[in-house]
């Protein structure tokens, strides 16, 4: 059994760890053709963020792969696989419950981080990408890599989720996490300057993160930074 779950754990790390260089991949590479040279002068700098990041995906595939075995093998967790288990607006609710829940944790976890001592223990690493690139999606001190690894494998055990909507929440998790970083917007500005850009975060709102440290802590969602009176606006990118 402790083997199954051993290697439960090593396959999820190395799902999570093929999973940030495909999608970290991918951007930094749209990246080059929509933004030749963005990252010029940072090789030393990305194979940093490659390294934490390889080590993050260690520290986030080990809970969710025992989760993952608990699931499978002891019916642990609310994930459902019959669609019809629950009303089907529950899928798009318990998505955007997820991300809500995440979201809610972030920011507090983050802004906790901001603290100095906490700083320089636990947020320092994501911080020395100056600026970040596609690769720092994962950049993380392993500290702050657990107290991100334990959220998703905790709702599981408190909301019900149907797998293809978990799914889904891992999804945007991933593309936001290395697009919120990449120094470019994707989104159009319509988008990302309308209404609803005034609730959602891109990388425009990021980047105001990593230029002036103390703003913007919100993962997905500016509502609790906006409440908090610690959202700052959108940040500018040197280049578009
Ligand atoms: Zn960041
Ligand atoms: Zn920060």
């Excluded at 500005?189 to 919100?218: D, F, M």
Aim: net charge positive; with cysteine; charged share 15%.
């Amino acid at each position: 059994m402790i083997a199954a779950i051993l290697l439960s754990a090593l396959a999820m790390s190395a799902i999570v760890a093929v999973r940030y260089l495909l999608a970290s991949g991918g951007f930094a590479w749209a990246t080059k053709l929509r933004q030749p040279g963005l990252y010029a002068g940072q090789r030393g700098q990305i194979g940093r963020e490659i390294g934490w990041s390889l080590a993050s995906a260690g520290i986030y595939g080990a809970p969710a792969g025992i989760v993952a075995w608990g699931w499978r093998q002891r019916g642990w967790t609310r994930i459902y696989d019959d669609v019809h288990a629950f009303p089907l607006w529950w899928l798009p609710v318990s998505v955007l419950l997820y991300l809500l829940a995440h979201d809610t944790w972030f920011y507090w976890t983050h802004r906790a981080m901001h603290a100095p001592r906490a700083f320089k223990a636990m947020h320092a690493v994501h911080h020395a990408s100056r600026p970040p690139t596609a690769w720092a999606a994962m950049s993380f001190h392993p500290s702050e890599a657990l107290s991100g690894a334990i959220v998703i494998p905790a709702l599981v055990f408190l909301v019900p989720i149907h797998v293809g909507a978990l799914g889904v929440v891992l999804s945007i998790m991933t593309v936001m996490g290395v697009t919120n970083h990449m120094g470019w917007e994707m989104f159009p500005k319509r988008l990302v300057e309308g209404p609803a850009g005034r609730w959602l975060i891109t990388a425009s709102h990021h980047q105001r993160h990593h230029e002036q440290y103390r703003c913007n802590y919100g993962l997905y969602f500016r509502h609790w930074d906006r409440l908090c009176g610690t959202d700052k606006g959108l940040g500018r990118f040197g280049k578009v």
